[in-house]
């Protein structure tokens, strides 16, 4: 007869059993093994396995292909981020006044939609609204005397296009988030400051924004962290052209390993991915740390 | 000034406009403003359904609508009889995600009702290895997975598109935090009856979760009923395709012509996600402002 102990210790071990051999088999040994395959060329057809050490991430930092997907990636970082983020932010302050609850209601509805629906739909719905002779997009502009506009055909402004339609897809998870940080600024503070004199704007520059600054941060890294990431969008919308002019990291990654049949290239790129990760969560966590020291003085 | 007491049975309009008194007037243009961008937001959904309602001639027809000006069922015809199984990737799309939320909600349940309720040696150690998975982009462990599902043969079937999705560390954390908010006295006192450990989680802790599963179960579904990467290396044949790669495929054989079957597709795929939402509305939001993650 076992004791209380040594049953509770076994039943622990049972209950969490399933999803453990799950995790280790469908995450954690994929892990591992990306990591040892980027350092090795492995032949698709027999799978046997030549160990080269560093050469895969040797040829992949000697590609201007891959530098061009990374530049691509960042590119549409930092104009998404400042769509998703600042306009979300903005929106959530807008958002968070004294509005009837059924216009709240609605309006929260009408923001928050794209979110849940995938990327690759509303890519197919954009796809056709960016259309350069048949397109709606391009039809009001015509309307208002403004020319076509080559939305998904021009180089120059294909990747602005995939920011916009990701705004718009996004933007209302920020909002969601922001609008729940601020209605967590304590009112004491707000009614203190409104005592003292303090406008509005003088309220959220010294009020709000320092108050739901760790958030601000949090979604400036979580949203660093998606566009790193993006290829479903840019897939349907463009399938990184024209030219090479919107392929991203993870598309360079796919067509390496599924389409070239690199596979050590292809897994050596997504460990560079998941390097970039690691440095953005880790200057996060530097920054908060930063923040609430000053927070604290 | 204060907000009339309104009666429950006040009907909506009513209620607006009592609340509508109760404003500043700056504000109505802040609201005005808002108003205008959430119109925005909405367009291209209307555009959408307005559009499959049209004969597939007259898809490109400007001026678009955005309500429905012409109720033609064709484009869903074409979804139902052409050449391309619409149907068949629907129910795939739906078995996978059933079968996915089922096993999610289920094996993590268990694992944060161990770490949540039980005393066991090297819990925080197994707690934390598995946080680590939540590290981890889907495009890194892409071709690992490739070789392993096509070692047993699961390639191109619905199974490379289940298996990879039941690891799901988010869904035990998230799980374990809501196991821990809940009072453990029910699940203490049916110990001391001696329950066994099953029958407590079976009985007692699972039912107490009600709406946070509801919430997890949403997040996991929309999650595996939107997974685009994984199917479109994973999966070849309309056998065993799901609808966001079936709409791509739809879209090559069609082409940008047949442009309200395209959106007809769009339309079928979207629907379930919107009526969920409708019903759902406040669970989702307050689960995702809690937790600030989404999938």
Redesign the interface.
């Known amino acids: 007869m076992a004791t209380l102990?040594q049953?509770?210790?076994r039943?622990?071990?049972l209950?969490?059993l399933?999803?453990?051999i799950?995790?280790l088999?469908?995450?954690?040994?994929?892990?591992l093994?990306?990591l040892g395959?980027s350092f090795a060329q492995m032949d698709r057809i027999s799978?046997d396995i030549e160990w080269v050490g560093f050469e895969n991430f040797e040829w992949i930092l000697s590609d201007p292909r891959f530098w061009k997907t990374f530049r691509n990636t960042f590119y549409f970082i930092s104009m998404a981020v400042i769509g998703n983020v600042g306009l979300g932010l903005l929106?959530a302050l807008?958002?968070d006044?004294?509005?009837?609850?059924?216009?709240l209601y609605?309006?929260?509805?009408?923001?928050?939609?794209?979110?849940?629906?995938?990327?690759?739909?509303?890519s197919?719905?954009?796809k056709?609204?960016y259309?350069t002779d048949?397109g709606?997009i391009n039809?009001f502009l015509r309307q208002v005397g403004l020319s076509n506009v080559p939305w998904l055909t021009s180089s120059s402004m294909a990747m602005f296009s995939v920011v916009i339609m990701d705004v718009?897809k996004n933007m209302?998870?920020f909002i969601?988030?922001f609008?729940?940080a601020l209605q967590g600024v304590p009112r004491r503070l707000m009614e203190a400051a409104s005592i003292d004199g303090a406008k509005g704007w003088t309220v959220l520059r010294r009020i709000k924004i320092p108050y739901i600054a760790p958030v601000i941060l949090?979604c400036i890294t979580?949203a660093t962290?998606g566009g790193?990431?993006v290829?479903?969008s840019i897939?349907?919308l463009t399938d990184g052209g024209p030219g090479d002019a919107t392929r991203s990291v993870?598309m360079y990654?796919?067509s390496e390993?599924?389409n070239v049949g690199d596979?050590g290239t292809?897994?050596a790129s997504?460990?560079i991915?998941?390097l970039t990760?690691?440095i953005v969560?880790a200057v996060q966590f530097g920054l908060v740390r930063l923040l609430s020291f000053k927070g604290r003085q | 000034m204060k907000p009339a007491v309104l009666p429950e049975n006040a009907s909506f309009s009513h209620r607006l406009q009592s609340a509508m008194r109760v404003i500043h007037w700056r504000n109505w243009v802040v609201v005005a403003l808002l108003v205008l961008g959430a119109i925005i937001m909405v367009l291209p959904f209307l555009w959408t359904f307005s559009t499959s309602l049209r004969p597939i001639s007259e898809a490109y027809r400007l001026p678009p609508s955005f309500l429905p000006d012409q109720l033609d069922f064709n484009s869903y015809a074409e979804l139902r009889d052409g050449p391309i199984p619409f149907l068949g990737m629907y129910w795939n799309s739906f078995l996978v995600a059933t079968v996915v939320t089922v096993s999610v909600i289920i094996t993590s349940a268990m694992a944060a009702f161990a770490f949540s309720r039980l005393r066991f040696a090297g819990s925080n150690i197994l707690f934390g290895s598995m946080l680590a998975g939540l590290m981890v982009p889907p495009a890194l462990v892409l071709i690992p997975l490739f070789f392993g599902l096509a070692s047993i043969g699961a390639i191109d079937t619905l199974w490379a598109l289940i298996l990879p999705a039941l690891a799901n560390p988010l869904a035990v954390l998230m799980m374990k935090q809501f196991m821990q908010s809940q009072p453990r006295e029910y699940e203490e006192s049916a110990f001391v009856d001696g329950a066994s450990y099953w029958t407590i989680f079976w009985r007692i802790s699972l039912p107490q979760m009600g709406p946070p599963i509801a919430a997890l179960s949403i997040i996991v579904f929309t999650t595996s009923w939107n997974n685009f990467l994984l199917p479109l290396v994973f999966i070849r044949s309309f056998d065993a395709m799901t609808l966001p790669v079936g709409i791509l495929s739809l879209f090559g054989s069609y082409g940008p012509e047949k442009l309200s079957v395209i959106l007809a597709a769009v339309t079928l795929s979207i629907m379930p996600l919107l009526v969920v939402f409708l019903i759902a509305q406040r669970f989702i939001v307050e689960s995702i402002a809690s937790t600030g993650i989404k999938k």
């Open positions: 102990q049953r509770e210790m039943a622990g071990y209950f969490i399933p999803a453990y799950i995790y088999a469908f995450l954690l040994l994929p892990m093994a990306a395959l799978w929106i807008a958002l006044r004294a509005i009837p609850a059924p216009i609605l309006l929260r509805l009408a923001y928050f939609l794209p979110v849940l629906v995938s990327l690759a739909f509303v197919f719905i954009w056709f609204l259309s048949l709606v039809y718009w209302g998870f969601i988030i609008l729940a949090f979580y962290i790193l990431q290829f479903d897939k349907i993870v990654m796919v390993a599924f596979l292809g897994a997504a460990m991915l998941f990760i690691g969560v």
